[in-house]
């Protein structure tokens, strides 16, 4: 065997092509495949955003409700029958879901109680802009594991046009299913992504979307779009989510945390500081502002985002950092009190909150947190 020069990668000389030819071929196959897995590939191929559940800015724990976002971009929905559990689970520290992929958390969808032929529960991202990977074959992967038994998973591709679009209606497609064991596993489904020649793309800004769904049980209504899944109630545990285009599945692409963060914020920003969750009415980061009331008493604010938003028809929800929920905090002339602000206008990169304080033209101080969501 003899090495190149840049990567010493083992190859087959004349000798061993003769002795051991598939050996041989073996090796340099081998050796190409570990380059591939330890420096990399082209950057940003992952276009499923917190794909490994590193991002939290929720502080998400737990929830049972329909069409919640836990951890961010990833939402639970669930039909009106029997439970479903989405829930934030932590990885023990030296036993990741594959070898060489240390993470922190996981998620867990546990479905208990489903019969109906309408119920069903699933994980799901939106990526955004249907004219993503539009008549391209994609692989779809990512690591599974049951709790007990070997319930399925099956996965769904849809795409949505966006307001204004047409079809007004998704058009949801099969992509598979997967039967799971209780061991952590890595999973792919190469998929035909359907072509958008005829549609028409909606007229407001950024809202069309590929949809992939992960269901973990759905009833017999769902038959053509999970391969006949059936109702199940099982637990189930997702890490590692990749789309990517190609056949075969690439390492996991896992960005930086900051970078992923930033992809995240998009969607969805807080004020809050990483580790506090949004509504507690307490914790560092609220926003201070000095300034005099107009003569209708308000004192304007200006929040510019880290991150510009995807749409300028995101829902701004805002907390006192010490006061009544639900309210900014104003100091004037030593009297306290508490004002929901308003939205006076609003952008992509900002927004303009009017928070009435009571008197016209007074000095005064303004406290308070804030979220801005415009998931799908």
């Not at 007004?168 to 020649?197: D, H, M």
Request: charge should be neutral; charged fraction near 10%.
């Amino acid at each position: 065997m003899a090495q190149t020069t840049n990567f010493q990668i083992d190859y087959p000389v004349s000798t061993d092509l003769v002795k051991d030819g598939a050996s041989a071929m073996g090796t340099i196959a081998t050796g190409f495949d570990s380059l591939l897995g330890t420096a990399g590939l082209g950057g940003f191929r992952n276009a499923i955003i917190n794909g490994d559940f590193s991002v939290n800015q929720r502080v998400f724990t737990s929830t049972t409700a329909n069409g919640t976002y836990g951890f961010d971009r990833w939402a639970q929905l669930r039909g009106i029958g029997g439970v479903a559990t989405y829930s934030s689970q932590a990885f023990t520290v030296g036993a990741p879901a594959a070898t060489g992929y240390e993470a922190t958390n996981f998620a867990r969808i546990v479905t208990t109680g489903q019969s109906l032929a309408a119920d069903f529960a699933l994980l799901q991202q939106a990526i955004e802009d249907v004219r993503t990977f539009a008549g391209a074959q994609v692989v779809v992967s990512f690591w599974a594991r049951a709790g007990s038994g070997t319930p399925s998973v099956s996965v769904e591709w849809a795409q949505s046009f966006g307001t204004g679009g047409s079809p007004s209606a998704a058009v949801e497609s099969y992509v598979g299913k997967i039967q799971l064991s209780t061991s952590w596993t890595r999973y792919q489904i190469a998929y035909n992504v359907p072509s958008i020649s005829g549609k028409t793309i909606g007229t407001d800004l950024n809202s069309s979307a590929n949809v992939l769904r992960f269901f973990t049980s759905a009833g017999s209504n769902y038959n053509a779009r999970t391969g006949a899944l059936g109702n199940q109630n099982a637990t189930i545990d997702f890490w590692g989510f990749q789309v990517e285009r190609g056949t075969r599945a690439t390492p996991l692409e896992r960005r930086p945390v900051g970078v992923e963060l930033a992809l995240c914020q998009r969607y969805y920003e807080k004020s809050y500081s990483p580790n506090v969750a949004p509504g507690t009415n307490s914790g560092p980061g609220a926003i201070y502002v000095s300034g005099t009331s107009d003569g209708s008493s308000l004192q304007y604010h200006t929040i510019r985002f880290a991150v510009p938003k995807r749409t300028n028809s995101y829902v701004i929800t805002t907390w006192t950092e010490n006061g009544t929920g639900g309210n900014w905090a104003w100091l004037r002339n030593g009297a306290f009190g508490n004002s929901v602000p308003a939205i006076a206008s609003n952008g992509t990169a900002s927004v303009r909150l009017a928070v009435n304080v009571g008197a016209a033209w007074i000095p005064c101080l303004i406290a308070g947190h804030f979220q801005a969501e415009n998931d799908f």
